[in-house]
């Protein structure tokens, strides 16, 4: 409980500074913005590690790929959309439209292995 | 051209199952080894088959479980509405292959034990028949040697050959239906499903109006044919013909008794090999349902479609067993029935 209000005052005080200093100096608070997100991620990361020893667990148990390639695609779903975000931050809508877009090629990349496997048992039945 | 007919034609045997195989060179069962059975050891016996006959339902059901738990959290934390998309296509993509390959390997299953079966009843039928016919059922014989092997051999082949690919299709046709999203599209899936439903039902109501039929003519014409042949005895010999004609019933009596322990056999034999695969196919469709209603609860619209339509597949492999299993034990069962000569 603690940890969920020290992450939001801490967000609140980011947001604050970050509105001082977007009239005067909107570089630094787009750093700063930039930074308090990237901060206040490693510091929800650190606490997520049972999540995560669930999340290898669960892999464990699940035989094939579907699982870890489900895990890969969570990955690369949370990264482009910490990333399209902070790039929407900073103004750059082309930038964020490029990342997500980025993001949903290399999901459907790393969701390929099942469409063969799946085209694979399609076409075994049929031959 | 004489010289080329004399020579002997070659000819190839139908080779045995594996599993049948791998039994014959063992002895069977000595009645004295059962003597020392104990109910413990029968229990463990029979709690080892069980965990061995539902461990792959069973670990299905943990794999979906788990999966379904891991697409619900993914979902949570993506909060994005084009990634939670994302997100459920993939989902259900690998849900999607998760159940295809078990699906694939239950309905190779059921060809197996319907094949493995039929196997046993090419062995079954002609010492069955030859009891029959000494029983004084000479039609009875005739009819199961005939018309009820025909029609279990006809049925086994159609299992293999067509309804088992038809099973397949509809499984992949699921998976598309759901993997596509269109409503329509898992609406034209059930009604496939519900077709073949009824298909199965109307051969199971033919083969049972038809296998009754023959099964009650060759009773009367057998139960004719036993009292004239007493009725004939007792009044060609003098003196002794009655005796011979209660010796007579007593032997055929004897031969029922034969007969019956044969056929329960039959139905014991082919239980056993089909009770692990029905109960297999009824574990899947309990999973299924659990699984959907998992899926529903996490908001996963498509898996909840594929774990439906692949229950209602589950259910159409119970019925093929069902249909196999009641038409032999259908014809065996009024052949006991009738023909007993009164």
Known sequence: MTDILRIAAAALAGGALCLLLKREQPVFAFLLSACGAIALFVAVAARLEPLLDFFRLLSGYGQGQAVSCLIQVVGIALAAQFAADTCRDAGMQAAATGVELGGRALALVQALPLLQTLADTFLSFLQ | ?342
Not at chain 2, 147 to 165: D, G, K, Q, T, W
Request: net charge neutral.
């Open chain 2, 1 to 342: 051209m004489l010289f080329a007919a004399c020579l002997p034609v070659r000819a190839a045997a139908v080779e045995l199952p594996p599993s049948a195989a791998a039994l014959l060179p063992d002895g069977g069962a000595a009645a004295e080894s059962a003597g020392g059975w104990t109910l413990s050891a029968l229990l463990g016996w029979l709690a080892d088959k069980a965990a061995q006959g539902m461990g792959p339902p069973l670990r299905f059901a943990g794999q979906a479980l788990l999966y379904l738990l891991l697409a619900a959290l993914a979902g949570i934390l993506c909060t994005s509405l084009p990634w939670k998309k994302c997100l459920d296509a993939v989902a259900v993509l690998g849900f999607g292959v998760l159940s295809l390959s078990t699906m694939m390997e239950l309905v190779t299953q059921v060809g197996q034990t319907a094949q493995e079966s039929q196997t046993y009843l090419a062995a079954f039928v002609p010492v069955f028949g030859a009891v029959l016919s000494l029983g004084g059922q000479v039609s009875g014989a005739a009819g199961y040697s005939g018309l009820f092997f025909s029609v279990s051999a006809f049925l086994s082949a159609a299992i293999e050959r067509l309804i088992l690919p038809v099973m397949r299709i509809y499984f992949c046709f699921s998976v598309s239906a759901a993997l596509w999203g269109d409503a329509g599209v898992e609406e034209a899936a059930k009604l496939f499903s519900r077709c073949l439903g009824w298909l199965f039902k109307g051969c199971g109501a033919l083969f049972a109006f038809v296998l009754g039929l023959q099964n009650l003519l060759t009773g009367l014409a057998d139960n004719a044919a036993v009292r004239m042949g007493g009725t004939a005895l007792a009044g060609a010999i003098p003196l002794v013909g009655d005796a011979a004609a209660a010796a007579l019933s007593g032997a055929a009596a004897a031969v029922h008794l034969l007969k019956g322990t044969l056929a329960l056999a039959l139905v014991g034999s082919l239980g056993a090999a089909f009770l692990p695969v029905f109960a297999r196919c009824v574990v899947y469709y309990l999973v299924f349902s659990g699984a959907g209603i998992i899926a529903a609860g996490t908001g996963q619209e498509h898996c909840g479609r594929i774990c439906r339509l692949l229950g209602d597949g589950t259910r159409l492999c119970a019925s093929v067993l069902i249909l196999y299993f009641f038409m032999v034990f259908l014809s065996t069962a009024l052949l006991l029935m009738t023909g007993n000569g009164g």
